[in-house]
């Protein structure tokens, strides 16, 4: 069975998430981001999978133990997903700035476009997603020689990007809304990547959660 350790960041729809993780057939653990030490979650994380980084509030500086596991999972080749602050702090791993997005964006759509490759595989492309953001990457401090933006919107704003030697990987928006398309997929994907065969096309069969599900 696939392991996933999902790392809450005191997010409201992490839980929508995990669903979504145990209905395409792979296990969900959640820690929140303050439940360990860096040390003590990365000796936890090693005995998954793959690690799912979740929304939250706050800033990059404020995930708790995020940027541990990031930096632990691009020296052990483990998966990473990072949703909205998670995908922040991989950027800023890596050097890139995190600062106010143009627009404030709270559970609003917009279109974007994608690579076609990696989680997006499969996925149409222009694509509507469901942003809850006001902070965003700065596409200038991103190091290209390390990552590739795979997402932006028609106005240049990040949407998603990938390590290009390590499987770590972020998006700006919301896959689990019920507004974003192939929300499934993108998460099969990444399963895929994390060695739950079949997950994708699992994926491309189901249709999004109406409303978010709450912690047990």
Same mark, same amino acid.
């Given at each position: #069975? ?8 005191? %997010?409201?729809? $992490? ?5 979504? &993780? ?7 653990? $959640? ?13 936890? @994380?090693? +005995? ?9 509030? +706050? ?23 990072? &949703? ?10 890596? +050097? ?8 404030? #964006? ?8 994608? %690579? ?11 694509? =509507?997603? =469901? ?7 700065? %596409?200038? =401090? ?5 990552? @590739? ?5 028609? %106005?240049?704003? $990040? ?26 997929? #993108? ?5 895929? &990547?994390? +060695?739950?065969?079949? @997950? *994708? *096309? ?15």
């Amino acid at each position: #069975m696939t392991r996933i350790l999902v790392v809450d960041n005191y %997010d409201s729809f $992490v839980y929508t998430l995990v669903a979504y &993780v145990r209905e395409l057939g792979a296990t969900a653990d $959640v820690i929140r981001n303050d439940d360990l030490s860096g040390e003590a979650a990365v000796e936890l @994380a090693d +005995g998954y999978d793959g690690i799912l980084l979740s929304p939250g509030p +706050g800033v990059p500086a404020e995930s708790g133990v995020c940027p541990d596991l990031i930096r632990w999972a691009a020296e052990a080749g483990r998966p990473l997903f990072g &949703v909205c602050l998670g995908h922040q702090a991989l950027g800023e791993v890596f +050097g890139a700035t995190v600062t106010h997005s143009p627009v404030l #964006m709270h559970g609003k759509t917009s279109v974007i476009t994608h %690579d076609g490759a990696g989680i997006f595989a499969g996925c149409p492309s222009p694509l =509507t997603v =469901t942003r809850y953001h006001s902070l965003a990457i700065v %596409d200038e =401090t991103i190091d290209l020689e390390t990552f @590739a933006v795979t997402a932006r919107t028609a %106005d240049d704003v $990040v949407m998603a990007i990938e390590h290009r030697s390590a499987p770590l990987y972020g998006v700006q928006f919301h896959p689990e809304s019920v507004l974003t398309e192939s929300g499934y997929l #993108m998460l099969g994907n990444w399963l895929e &990547v994390c +060695g739950l065969s079949g @997950a *994708a *096309a699992r994926a491309a069969a189901m249709s999004p959660l109406a409303s978010a599900i709450s912690a047990p």
